[in-house]
């Protein structure tokens, strides 16, 4: 475009609070290194001992080896791993840190791929699997959270060995919600108490476990089952009661094992699947086992390996727990107690489905892959994308259908509330139901800034436009950055008298791509495009037209978002607008295209 660019400072890359310095690991750094930008360390621990409170670690992309962070100070510190990262190992004894992005590869070794002693820890958007005789994830200390986790390939040869995806031992206000287990051995997800620990641990209690999917566990050889997907042992010295437990939302696959005989303050509501029913728990709106009147009973509750029970799940086979047109989940959960979104970030209605999904919501992911021959006749670690969402999952962040019939707020559907305001645009019939049409003069709705909108290592952007003019730059979607002068992303109809185009900054200027074809005038289109780190691409009508090669992190800003205009350079669309969304993480052109689809 014929603009005048001002390189934005190198530090905008990766921003953090006023009061907060950036680290940075990279592979080929030293730990001799201050862990600058220019000079990165090689290791965890070293960024994490030359941080203090509030700072960030950015994690450069690569392979590295065991990592771990010492037990002894509390502070405050995120760890950001870009698209691309792995570690072999990863023991943390910090507290009160954060792992985000981190896929963890054992690549089939006989040790824990994540353990961790440390309190108040997050380990989110990543993946834990590979790994064989032993536990994926062992995790003890208090308030842990898992969130948007693929735990997946952990493999047991040897009959004396208990291993599970994650077995947490003494974990109070332990959280794993947003997460799927696929091939786990033994179980799935195992709770226990430490009998042999002196002193003994106090019970606990105060755990939620929500929005997950808990496919059947396996056992010894390829193609068989165990038990159950998820067992809650023991919780206390003398075995422990269910103390303020929270299952939510959950579909699993097999049964499940609650050991415990007794709860107080705990609730099961909005399940899918089979578990017997324990004195004290409030039961509520669940699918399969009827424990309350509230309950739907379906038999069988629980698949086994010859036969599916039938909830209608799209393919089971594939580990897709998705549900299809008939289930009994469609509308079943409680319509007062649910989460906000479901297991791939899509916001539930007021009637929600009962499990981890909703129905409609996104087409079924393939079937995860289970590696291959490897050197050495060892089987390959798992590379490819997981049945549901991966480490650089989609989250929707903002929904805007333009519904209203009169007003100049544009309400967010996303559950984010973050509402626009209408400047001049004119209310229309849209595309589904009504729209917003735009003079190509001055009209644009603005939405103020709110941290959902940085989308610093992935995103989606999706519109319908209906143009009457493609001449000049017609934006559509434009996240403003004011201090590069141009934006952190975008999305036109038009481009400097050229076709539809995206634009994503990455460094201190930004990348332009753009269609072959114009768009045509006075028709609804489809637009849309993605970036997942490594890709940019453009689609129409849900095809992908374009596409390019890019990597490194969107800059945030605190400017606002704009539609049909912006605050930068003007670039005013002519025509309507209808069913702008905008989500964290790179969707596929099959999700696209059920978007396209689907209403807001």
Not at 136 to 150: E, K, P, Q, R
Not at 330 to 352: E, Q, T, W
Not at 433 to 440: Q, T
Not at 552 to 568: K, M, W
Request: proline share 5%; aromatic share 10%.
């Amino acid at each position: 475009m014929h603009r005048i660019l001002i390189a934005a400072a190198a530090s905008l890359l990766f921003a953090a609070p006023a009061s907060a310095a950036t680290r940075y690991v990279s592979p080929s750094g030293s730990d001799g290194a201050p862990c600058s930008q220019a000079a990165p360390c090689a290791s965890l621990a070293r960024a994490y001992g030359m941080s203090a409170a509030g700072d960030v670690v950015q994690v450069a992309a690569g392979a590295y080896g065991e990592q771990a962070l010492p037990s002894g100070s509390a502070k405050a510190v995120a760890f950001v791993a870009a698209p691309g990262t792995k570690l072999r190992q990863l023991s943390n004894d910090a507290s009160n840190v954060s792992f985000d992005g981190f896929e963890l590869d054992g690549q089939f070794a006989k040790a824990p791929t994540f353990g961790n002693n440390g309190n108040s820890v997050t380990f989110k958007n990543g993946r834990i699997g590979n790994v064989t005789d032993e536990k994926g994830a062992l995790v003890s200390g208090s308030n842990f959270t898992f969130d948007n986790v693929v735990f997946h390939d952990i493999r047991v040869t040897d009959s004396a060995v208990h291993n599970e995806c994650v077995y947490a031992i003494s974990v109070p206000g332990f959280s794993v919600r947003n997460s799927s287990f696929y091939e786990c051995a033994t179980m799935d997800l195992f709770f226990t108490f430490g009998h042999w620990w002196n002193p003994k641990p106090p019970a606990y209690g105060n755990v939620t476990i929500e929005n997950n999917v808990f496919s059947h566990s396996t056992n010894i050889g390829a193609g068989t089952w165990h038990y159950y997907g998820l067992y809650v042992g023991d919780t206390g010295p003398d075995g422990g009661t269910l103390q303020n437990w929270v299952v939510r939302n959950n579909t699993f696959e097999t049964p499940v094992n609650v050991s415990r005989t007794s709860s107080s303050g705990s609730r099961w509501v909005g399940n899918v699947g089979s578990w017997g029913c324990v004195s004290g728990v409030t039961y509520r709106f669940n699918v399969g086992s009827k424990c309350a009147a509230q309950d739907k009973q379906v038999s069988p509750a629980a698949s086994t390996k010859t036969s599916t029970a039938p909830y209608s799940w799209r393919n089971p086979a594939a580990y897709d727990f998705r549900l299809n047109s008939g289930s009994p989940a469609i509308g079943a959960a409680d319509p007062g107690d649910f989460p906000a979104r479901d297991r791939d970030g899509n916001v539930r209605d007021g009637a929600p489905d009962a499990g981890a999904y909703e129905f409609g919501a996104g087409p079924g992911g393939g079937p995860p892959s289970t590696g291959g021959e490897g050197a050495g006749g060892q089987d390959a670690p798992t590379d490819a994308a997981p049945p549901a969402r991966s480490a650089t999952s989609t989250r929707l962040v903002g929904a805007w259908g333009f519904g209203e019939r009169r007003g100049r707020t544009v309400r967010d559907s996303a559950g984010s509330r973050q509402d626009g305001r209408v400047s001049g645009a004119r209310r229309v019939a849209g595309r589904f139901g009504r729209g917003l049409a735009f003079d190509g003069v001055d009209d644009q709705v603005r939405v103020r800034d709110a941290t959902e909108l940085d989308l610093s290592t992935g995103m989606t952007i999706e519109a319908w436009v209906y143009p009457t003019s493609v001449k000049g730059s017609r934006s559509v979607v434009f996240k403003e950055h004011r201090a590069a002068r141009h934006q952190t992303y975008s999305l036109y109809a038009a481009n400097n008298g050229r076709p539809a185009a995206s634009e994503v900054a990455t460094d201190p200027s930004y990348t332009t791509l753009s269609a072959a074809r114009a768009l045509p005038l006075r028709r609804w289109t489809h637009l849309a495009t993605t970036y997942d780190g490594t890709t940019l691409r453009l689609f129409q009508n849900g095809r992908e037209v374009a596409r390019q090669a890019l990597g490194g992190r969107i800059p945030t800003s605190d400017d606002q978002l704009a539609f049909g205009g912006n605050g930068v350079w003007g670039e005013w669309f002519k025509g309507r607008l209808d069913e702008i969304r905008i989500w964290d993480g790179a969707r596929t052109a099959a999700q696209i295209r059920a978007d396209s689809r689907r209403r807001i």
